[in-house]
């Protein structure tokens, strides 16, 4: 497993490093933000910002058992 030692807080505070695969589903997230805000048709923009709300558990998930 890679090891970034770029950190961030998690929720209660503490400050932890972020390995890559936890980076990964992060930049899935944001990319999925990105495309609901050009989104128009309202399903569309939903169901990105859903996608969005998902990769950013499985981060979180990926942060605890890390």
Excluded at 5 to 17: V, Y
Excluded at 44 to 62: I, N, P
């Amino acid at each position: 497993m890679t090891v970034n030692f770029l950190a961030s807080r998690n929720r209660s505070g503490c400050i932890e490093p972020l390995d890559s695969k936890a980076q990964g589903f992060r930049a899935h997230a944001a990319e999925c933000r990105e495309l609901a805000n050009r989104c128009w048709h309202d399903e569309t923009k939903r169901r990105y910002e859903e996608l969005a709300h998902q990769w950013l558990e499985l981060a979180e998930q990926r942060q605890r058992s890390a």
